[in-house]
């Protein structure tokens, strides 16, 4: 009875690893692919607004499409930090930035911060989950650049 009871064991394992470790590496390297990707359009967007100092809606819906693009429902959120030169009072200036809430005009030195999150976890990266219980991580990265104009 133990030797039968071994064999099923055995084939329970044996198709267990067979089945989880190329779901594991795929996962992997689909979501480093898709990190990759979403950094891309993050890197690409802050580029064209530090080029030309605003930002349309045109662009905003295009750059929400792209991150949203690649199989993960993504948040966006964009702030803007104005450059504010105040005096020192020993006749000199110091240069602070502040928060600002207007995103449709931008000044030269002002800085725009892009911060993108997964809402949710890919299909992939759910069977992941419920099959070898492992928790990957969720796409957190901010980026940001001054405006150049």
């Given amino acids: 009875m133990t030797d039968l009871f071994n064999k099923i064991l055995g084939a329970v394992l044996a198709f267990i690893?067979?089945?989880g470790a190329p779901l594991i590496i795929n996962t992997m390297n689909r979501d480093l692919t898709i990190h990759r990707s979403v950094l891309n359009e993050m890197t690409n967007f802050i580029d064209k607004v530090t080029d030309n100092g605003r930002i349309t809606e045109t662009?905003?819906?295009d750059f929400h499409l792209g991150i949203s693009?690649?199989?993960m429902a993504m948040d966006a959120?964009?702030?803007r930090y104005m450059k504010v030169t105040n005096?020192?009072?020993a006749g000199g200036t110091y240069t602070s930035y502040v928060y600002?809430?207007?995103i449709t005009t931008w000044?030269?030195?002002d800085i725009l911060k892009v911060q993108v999150q997964a809402i949710d976890y890919t299909g992939a990266?759910?069977?992941q989950n419920r099959i070898l219980h492992l928790y990957p991580a969720k796409f957190d990265q901010t980026l940001a650049g001054m405006i150049r104009k």
């Fill in 17 to 19: 690893l067979l089945a």
């Fill in 59 to 61: 662009d905003l819906a």
């Fill in 107 to 109: 000044n030269t030195g």
């Fill in 100 to 102: 600002s809430d207007d």
């Fill in 125 to 127: 990266q759910r069977i």
């Fill in 69 to 71: 693009s690649y199989g």
């Fill in 87 to 89: 005096p020192d009072g």
């Fill in 77 to 79: 959120t964009l702030s």
